[in-house]
Structures are given as structure tokens and as C-alpha cells.
């Protein structure tokens, strides 16, 4: 393998029912920077069906080219679908670098496709950058999330990484960038294809996705019960914010996991997050101490999460929070 | 003929037990449990269920050190079948590729109609390690499994879990599925499977016994390579206040118009 024929920054652009999802904006955000260190062009791999017409978009968020592999067989996604189409773009145009958004559809695809082109994948990037010697360094949360470890693919490619949503940003739109769309034909071995999508259902909670929530209201093992979790839908709803959980409450099924935050849930950076009767376990930690401003309230002052709070209260949960509802109500008025 | 199930776990610190040393910012990892990847233990909680329905065989499999066989052995007081352990100096230092590489020549010596693994570890969290046994296998695979069912022949309808809600799924047999902890709570070990546990023979099987050229195994095999690992250090520290409720939530409120947030 002769590194020098690798160039390129590829990014995976997902769609679910023709709409292209956030995190692959931010990744072509993050793939611009990368790409200018580099010297090299942004290309966005963007398959699906009926999709064609919006190549423009990814141009205007930072791509120089567009692949656009438009065909009946991407209409939704399923893994070996996707992995053949992509992997023969990769194969044909060999990249330096390929990302993909760390979604349950990125997570699938990824290592599938890393293991059919024998190279790495590092998952759950927080940090990308370009070293001196022009290699990908990759850096993610081991160990649950308090030691992070800086990886690299020096002798494979393309270096493939997979990053969180919102961990990047994505660029202002620019709609005077101009771009190059091509259409890709993949040849599908039909053969493959055996798993078949049935029904894709989607469970209209009603509520805002915590990654977007401004303010989250998130509760742990100190709050306990549904009926402590109703006092926290009490509080969320003066400070017009969002419900979300640590793991515990999830395992305990008093809340979906969707609203989940921590290392197996949703990484969050709101403005506002209220940590109650949160420990602090590392995997939360990682999923929320780049909030703009932590308030926790705990009982046990030892507790970890009071290290990355900006305002800590050593108490009861049970009784602040409805204390706190009922003040922040009168202050409305 | 019975269905064979080889289910694949991994002995993991208990990383919810894992704290962080306040004033170096060091992991404090002594007397940190091992146990059995919450996930995993799904995964073969699932397969035991199959096997409580429609009398599967099940054999399960691990690479590690050798102390990893505490986790085979609290599979076999679940009701496993059959226990292999896969370890050799030659797997160390594996990046995730070279540890699909490992496992999937195991399973190359192993009959099975599906394979089961966790979603992801949690001293790793990648996912990565079950689609690339089942792209070495070349077999179709579904991660993210929330519920199986079989039609008792070879058709598995499977609900996995998406950002938005779930998908079903069909596929036949041969397949590879990674499966939540959330998907079914795992058994508690019976007396009898515990002491039939401690005698059972464990087996233990090394790079010989895999057909998969040594370049693939271990750190010669792994093409990511950690360039360093370091601990973010610590936050600077904000106010911390013991005070009664009143008083706390006076601060809270003070706090925030401060900061202009309410």
C-alpha cells in the first residue's frame, strides 16, 4: 500500500427518509478543517433514493464534491446494501480519510465496512486533527469516559472515524460555494441482501431531542421513583427544558432511553444542566461536562459530579426540587 | 436438529465502579470488579431463552487472559452448554480488527446457526467487534437487537432499536446479532449450574487451534495504534454549598440571574 495514492477527506452523509441528518453537516464542518490542513478536498459519499437534488446542500455546508449514488436498493438503510455501494466508492477513489456520524446507522456500517477494507476505525472521536507528519490523529473517551486516548492508523487506508452527534460543529451555509456532483452506479450483488426491513416505526415521544434541549432537567438515583421523576417534569416545565436520566433510571425503567445521557446515551451541551441526584459516574460525566453551566444537587458531598458542577448544593434532592419549582414559578410572576 | 447458538462475551472492569481520584485526576482502578459485559449478558440471556423454548445448543466464547474464565463459568451456571477459552500472548495488544480476526477463526472451527454478542463493551464502547466477526464470516448481521423471535425452522423476526423508535427485520439463519442489556434481563446462575460449573472443563484454545495467519493477530494485526492516552484533568472547580433547602434554592435562583439564564 503506497499511502501517497490516498487523498481525501470522505464523509459519510446519512439520511433517514431523504432528510440528511445533523451530524453529517457537522462532520463536513469538521472534514473542511482537516481537509485545509491537508491540502486536500472534502467529499461527501451521500447514497440513498430519490436524494440527487439536495447534493447542492452538502456543497454549500463545505463539501468541493459530491458522490451521490441515487438508487432503489439505498432507499432505507440496510448493511449490506450500504456497505457494497460505499465500499466501491472507496475502492474506486481511495480517500486518506473516511468519517461517519457514531449514530446506530454509523455504528453499523462502520465496522462492517472497516473490516471488507481491512483497516482501522476508531469510534466515538471527540477531537480530529492533523498531525505533522500528516496522519489522522483521532482522539476518544477509554475507560468510560475520564481517560482519553489519542489513536492512530499510520499504515492503512483510508483512517476511518466515527464521531458523536453534536460533538462538531457544522459551518455556516455559504450558498455561493460552488461544488462537483457526480452520480455513482454501484454493480450490487443481490445475493447478499439478506436481511429485509419489515416495518420502520417511529415513536413520536412528543418531545424535544436532549441533544437540542437548551435546558435539561436530569435526574439520577437520588430522585429515585416515577413519582420523583414526576417532581422533575414539574421543574423542567417552569424552566420551559427538557427531562433526561442517567443510566440507573433508564435500567430501572422509569424513563425511555432516549433520554439517556452519559457514554451509552446522548452526549448533551446545553446552556443550563441540573444534575440531581447525580453521583457522577465517569460515563455520565462524559456525556455532559461540556455544558455551558452545571448545577448539582446531591446529597453525598463527595459525590464526582460536584467536580465538574459550576454550582453545587449538598442536599436533598426530594426537597429542593420542589422548593425550587415553586420559587421559579413566583418568579415568573 | 437442534439449533447451535455460540454466544461471544467479554470480561470487562466494572467501569460504573471506576472512580476518579479528585486530586490527581487519575483512575482509580484498584478493587475495581470484573464481570461480564452487561451486554453480552443479554445476548446470552437471549440465547438461553431460545434454548428454554426450542432446545438450542449453546456454547459460549471468549478471548482474554486467562482470569476471564470466571465470566465462562458464570455463563455455565446460566445454563451454557459449552465453554471456550481463547488465549494466547499472540492476541495481545489486538485493536478491535485483530480481535474480530481472532474470534471469527474460533467460529470458523465452531458449527452455529447464529451468532450473538453484545452491542458494545463498556471499557471500549467501539461496537465494532460483532460486525466485523460477521463480515469475516460473511454473514448478514443485525446490531442493536431489542427482541428476537424464531419460527422454531430458520426465520428470525428481530425488533432493533433506532434513534427514533425500531425497525423489524427478517433474516434466516446463518446470521450474527449484537444485543442490548436492556433486551432481556439476565437469569440469576442456579445452584446446581454452579456447582455443575466448577467442575465442567473449561476449554482453552490458543493461536494453533485458528486458522487465521498470524499478521492478522494482536498488535501485528491491529492497524490502529494508541499514540497516547491521558486524563483530561480537572475542571476548575466551582461552589459547592451545604446549606438548608431554602437557603440552597435562594442561591440557585441568585445563580442563574446571575448568568442570565432565567
Not at chain 1, 441528518?21 to 433514493?49: M, N
Not at chain 1, 417511529?202 to 435546558?215: L, P, Q, V
Request: charged share 25%; proline share 4%.
Amino acid at each position: 500500500m503506497e499511502l501517497k495514492d490516498y487523498k481525501d477527506v470522505y464523509v459519510f452523509i446519512e439520511q433517514r427518509d431523504g432528510k440528511i441528518q445533523p451530524v453529517a453537516l457537522e462532520l463536513l464542518g469538521k472534514a473542511r478543517d482537516l481537509a485545509e490542513s491537508l491540502g486536500e478536498k472534502v467529499v461527501a459519499i451521500f447514497p440513498g433514493y430519490g436524494i440527487k437534488e439536495q447534493s447542492q446542500s452538502l456543497i454549500e455546508y463545505g463539501a468541493d464534491k459530491v458522490i451521490c449514488i441515487d438508487a432503489l436498493e439505498l432507499k432505507d438503510y440496510l448493511t449490506e446494501q450500504y456497505a457494497q455501494a460505499i465500499y466501491q466508492v472507496i475502492v474506486e477513489n481511495r480517500p486518506s480519510i473516511v468519517m461517519i456520524g457514531a449514530t446506530t446507522i454509523g455504528r453499523d456500517l462502520g465496522p462492517r465496512l472497516s473490516a471488507r477494507l481491512e483497516t482501522g476505525l476508531t469510534a466515538d472521536c471527540t477531537k480530529l486533527e492533523i498531525s505533522e507528519d500528516g496522519h489522522l490523529l483521532m482522539t476518544r473517551p477509554a475507560f468510560g469516559g475520564n481517560l482519553m486516548a489519542t489513536i492512530v492508523c499510520k499504515e492503512h487506508r483510508p483512517q476511518m472515524s466515527t464521531v458523536r452527534p453534536g460533538v462538531m460543529k457544522k459551518r455556516a451555509k455559504e450558498s455561493s460555494r460552488s461544488g462537483e456532483i457526480v452520480m455513482f452506479t454501484p454493480n450490487f450483488d443481490s445475493k447478499k441482501f439478506k436481511v429485509r426491513l419489515l416495518e420502520n416505526i417511529k415513536e413520536d415521544k412528543g418531545m424535544i431531542d436532549i441533544s437540542e434541549a437548551k435546558i435539561l432537567v436530569s435526574g439520577g438515583r437520588g430522585v429515585g421513583s416515577v413519582a420523583g421523576f414526576e417532581k422533575l417534569n414539574d421543574l423542567a416545565k417552569v424552566l420551559n427544558a427538557e427531562v433526561s436520566a442517567s443510566r440507573a433510571m433508564v435500567d430501572a425503567g422509569v424513563i425511555n432511553h432516549d433520554r439517556q445521557v452519559g457514554q451509552t446515551g446522548k452526549t448533551v451541551r446545553p446552556d443550563l444542566y441540573f444534575a440531581l441526584g447525580i453521583s457522577g459516574a465517569i460515563q455520565h460525566l462524559a456525556g455532559m461536562e461540556e455544558s455551558e453551566f452545571i448545577v448539582a444537587v446531591n446529597k453525598d458531598k463527595y459525590a464526582p459530579i460536584f467536580q465538574v458542577a459550576d454550582l453545587g448544593i449538598v442536599g436533598d434532592v426530594n426537597k429542593i426540587i420542589p422548593l425550587l419549582t415553586e420559587r421559579l414559578a413566583k418568579e415568573e410572576k | 436438529m437442534t439449533m447451535k447458538i455460540v454466544v461471544c462475551i467479554k470480561q470487562v472492569p466494572d467501569t460504573t465502579e471506576i472512580k476518579i481520584n479528585p486530586v490527581t485526576g487519575t483512575l482509580i482502578r484498584e478493587g475495581v470488579p470484573s464481570i461480564m459485559n452487561p451486554d453480552d449478558k443479554g445476548g446470552l440471556e437471549m440465547a438461553l431463552r431460545l434454548k428454554d423454548q426450542f432446545g438450542a445448543h449453546v456454547t459460549v466464547i471468549t478471548m482474554g487472559p486467562p482470569q476471564a474464565e470466571a465470566i465462562l463459568r458464570e455463563a455455565m451456571a446460566m445454563g451454557a452448554d459449552r465453554s471456550i477459552l481463547l488465549t494466547d500472548r499472540k492476541f495481545a495488544g489486538a485493536d478491535t480488527l485483530a480481535t474480530s480476526h481472532a474470534l471469527a477463526g474460533a467460529l470458523k472451527q465452531l458449527e452455529w446457526d447464529l451468532i450473538v454478542a453484545g452491542r458494545q463493551a463498556i471499557d471500549g464502547d467501539t461496537a465494532q467487534v460483532g460486525p466485523q466477526m460477521a463480515e469475516h464470516l460473511d454473514i448478514p448481521q443485525i446490531s442493536y437487537v431489542e427482541d428476537l423471535k424464531f419460527d422454531g425452522k430458520n426465520l428470525f423476526t428481530i425488533r432493533k432499536q433506532t434513534e427514533e423508535g425500531y425497525q423489524m427485520l427478517e433474516v434466516e439463519s446463518p446470521c450474527l446479532i449484537t444485543v442490548l442489556a436492556s433486551a432481556c434481563k439476565a437469569r440469576y446462575m442456579s445452584v446446581p449450574g454452579i456447582v455443575k460449573a466448577y467442575d465442567f472443563e473449561v476449554e482453552t484454545w490458543g493461536a494453533d487451534k485458528i486458522d487465521v495467519e498470524e499478521y492478522r493477530l494482536g498488535l501485528k494485526g491491529s492497524p490502529t495504534k494508541v499514540n497516547k492516552a491521558f486524563t483530561k484533568g480537572i475542571k476548575s472547580k466551582g461552589e459547592v454549598f451545604e446549606v438548608e433547602p431554602e437557603e440552597a434554592v435562594g442561591i440557585i435562583i441568585s445563580k442563574l440571574k446571575e448568568k442570565f439564564i432565567i
